[in-house]
């Protein structure tokens, strides 16, 4: 328990993962498994959501729900993450011995005069993550990692499912203006996509500079 109530903490202290992202989530919920088991079983739902543009700096990819009931709206941020950060085990081979993830709601904003968390929290949980917790149950893709190190500053690492398929690859390279090794681009394979998001630095911080879409057979 004492584990999980310090990734949890992580995640709120440093926005799950790239070490120099800003603070600032609201709330979140565990599910069990990698980030990638998560995905799965959020982008094979029919969510009513839209993706964040990448012209706000983010440092992940952040989808957009409305919540809408009588007079109530409501707008959540939300970004999907794993209790393991990749860079941290690429940088400094910190494995934190975790298997799980999180669907982190990194704001919200709605028209009444206040709201509480645990309100906002509470609609949020009936209206999207039960039906997430139904497909992620259903699940059957269970992912680990493989990491190879080409050279000092260049890293591929590999997300691989329990049948040794490729599911997502990171790939970091030196960064000269943060001045360390940093993950510049990643490909997520997910049905029939290869979806291909690359990172910029900006005064020491990383962030996604763009995100493109291919049929898997088409990536080379």
């Not at 509480?116 to 929290?121: E, G, N, Q, R, T």
């Not at 360390?180 to 681009?185: D, F, G, L, P, V």
Request: aromatic share 14%; net charge positive; with cysteine.
């Amino acid at each position: 328990m004492k584990q999980i109530t310090c990734y949890i903490l992580l995640i709120f202290m440093i926005g799950c993962y790239v070490p120099n992202d800003e603070p600032g989530s609201k709330f979140s919920f565990g599910f069990s498994g990698r980030v990638e088991k998560l995905e799965d079983a959020f982008f094979n739902m029919e969510l009513n959501y839209t993706e964040n543009n990448l012209k706000d700096l983010q440092a992940f990819q952040e989808y957009l729900f409305k919540i809408q009931k009588h007079d109530t709206i409501i707008d959540y941020e939300v970004t999907l993450n794993d209790c393991q950060s990749i860079h941290a085990l690429v940088k400094w081979n910190a494995n934190w011995n975790c298997d799980s993830s999180y669907v982190v709601v990194r704001e919200f904003k709605h028209n009444l005069d206040t709201l509480s968390i645990k309100k906002a929290k509470e609609i949020f949980n009936t209206a999207i993550i039960h039906k997430i917790r139904q497909t992620h149950s259903s699940v059957s893709s269970e992912y680990t990692w493989n990491i190879k190190r080409i050279r000092k500053d260049s890293v591929i690492v590999d997300v691989l499912n329990q049948e040794n398929k490729l599911r997502k690859r990171h790939f970091f390279s030196f960064d000269p203006i943060g001045k360390s090794i940093e993950n510049k681009k990643t490909v997520s394979f997910i049905g029939d996509s290869a979806i291909i998001y690359t990172k910029m630095a900006s005064q020491r911080f990383m962030y996604l500079e763009s995100k493109k879409t291919f049929h898997k057979n088409d990536y080379e």
